[in-house]
């Protein structure tokens, strides 16, 4: 007996991020074909308007109808009504308080008119124009999705953005033109700030920022807590599996310095690429040479005489 088939089941978030994995899918690839770049500008504009209502939605429901004085919960239930346009959708958010750059702005209603013309007359482009559109927006419904979206969902919503974003953030750096418009972006913000930066274990792109308790990436916005980065790390950038017995060895339960658990045995910084230094997420120290102390375990920094014991227990000693 065949299964019953599936019920399409697509709430507005879900439905928007479905449309930003196959922009990504689209461009995901070392020659986008024209086929690739027209649904590539079809599906980004759609998930762009329908992330932008699915906030409005969340702060005023009313607001997604054309004339909010006539709105109409029944018709909204029902999907029965015309929704306002993309600009007036920006215009509403920003009223609410809703950030949107007025560049942010220029490139997504000139992507709406892109495809308006795909849509409905067609479009003559060069794919290095569209895919530079595109990385504009994607630059910005990115930045969108994880300022304003994310953090009112819970639970299944949540987990199911998150799981869509991963898949995002690791496509990203592969899209022809965005990893240069991104990091021309944040290249400011990086300079001279060396000896903080490592590569991402989500996106390998060297915008990893860790400086000051804060671990962050630039480059795809995603954060950690810096004492439950190290395992990240260990398996998306050196490669060690969870199941790994050794990766314990990489990671040290506390610092020597600030004492937090969030130093690991093993880290590359954009300031020395090739060298292997033992990094604190929590201090933003760079070590070489700890070891473990014979008598507690944790790691200490040996002086001259080369005692294997750390200061602490030697002081207890006495």
């Given at each position: ?119 409905h007359f067609g479009l003559t482009a060069t794919a290095p124009a569209i895919e530079a559109r595109a990385a504009q927006v994607l630059d ?126 093993e880290a590359y910084l954009a300031a020395a690429p090739e060298e292997a230094m033992q990094y604190c997420f929590g201090c933003s120290t760079e070590f070489e040479g700890l070891e473990h102390c014979m008598r507690c375990g944790q790691l ?19």
């Amino acid at each position: 007996m065949n299964p019953a088939p599936a019920d399409m089941n697509y709430p507005p978030i879900q439905n928007g991020m479905d449309y930003l994995r196959s922009v990504i899918t689209h461009l995901d690839r070392a020659e986008p074909g024209p086929r690739d770049l027209k649904y590539a500008v079809l599906h980004l504009q759609a998930a762009t308007e329908v992330l932008l209502k699915a906030l409005l939605v969340s702060l005023e429901w009313t607001q997604v109808f054309t004339r909010p004085e006539e709105a109409n919960e029944l018709a909204y239930r029902q999907g029965d009504f015309n929704s306002c346009k993309i600009e007036d959708a920006i215009k509403r958010l920003r009223e609410r308080g809703v950030s949107i750059a007025p560049e942010d702005k220029g490139h997504i209603t000139a992507l709406a008119k892109q495809r308006n013309r795909l849509q409905h007359f067609g479009l003559t482009a060069t794919a290095p124009a569209i895919e530079a559109r595109a990385a504009q927006v994607l630059d910005f419904l990115i930045a969108f999705v994880n300022d304003h979206l994310r953090p009112g969902l819970t639970g299944t919503e949540a987990q199911h953005l998150e799981q869509q974003m991963y898949h995002v953030r690791q496509a990203l750096p592969r899209i022809r033109g965005y990893s240069s418009i991104i990091m021309d972006r944040i290249k400011p913000e990086l300079a001279g700030r060396e000896w903080y930066t490592l590569r991402c274990p989500d996106c390998l792109t060297w915008s990893l920022l860790a400086e000051g308790g804060e671990v962050r990436c630039l480059f795809c916005e995603t954060d950690w807590d810096a004492e439950a980065f190290p395992p990240d790390y260990a398996a998306g950038v050196l490669g060690h599996s969870w199941s790994n017995d050794g990766m314990e060895s990489e990671l040290a339960a506390h610092c020597p310095e600030c004492g937090s658990a969030a130093l690991i045995g093993e880290a590359y910084l954009a300031a020395a690429p090739e060298e292997a230094m033992q990094y604190c997420f929590g201090c933003s120290t760079e070590f070489e040479g700890l070891e473990h102390c014979m008598r507690c375990g944790q790691l200490y920094q040996p002086g001259e005489d080369h005692v294997a014991i750390c200061n602490d227990c030697l002081g207890g000693m006495g």
